[in-house]
């Protein structure tokens, strides 16, 4: 999975969905019950790291894999919706990289 750039993009993909779902799921539960106030701060620091990265990789696919400009901009609105990014990759992304390993 790793070998290519759709590979390490369906990481980051999956890395950053799972941080802001821990971000919404378990940070701001820990933060609102009082248990431990400083978990928004660090989710938040790594979600925002991660959204970056993201935000860097998916233009870096933009640009070498030549996408439409609907995709990125499909995925810049997908990473807003809790577990939206992994839907979208077993949607599109798996279906894409099998085809790009037969070729």
């Not at 790291?49 to 990125?72: E, N």
């Not at 577990?83 to 390993?101: A, P, S």
């Amino acid at each position: 999975m790793l070998h290519s750039t759709l590979g390490r993009f369906r990481l980051m993909l999956w890395l950053q969905g799972i941080s802001y779902v821990l971000l919404l799921f378990v940070a701001f539960p820990l933060r609102d019950a009082g248990v431990m106030p400083q978990a928004v701060t660090w989710f938040g620091n790594l979600y925002g790291f991660l959204f970056l990265m993201y935000l860097l990789f998916m233009v870096t696919m933009y640009t070498s894999q030549k996408w439409r400009l609907r995709r990125p901009i499909a995925l810049f609105f997908v990473s807003f919706i809790p577990l939206g990014n992994m839907i979208y990759d077993v949607v599109v992304f798996r279906k894409l990289y099998r085809q790009l390993n037969k070729a």
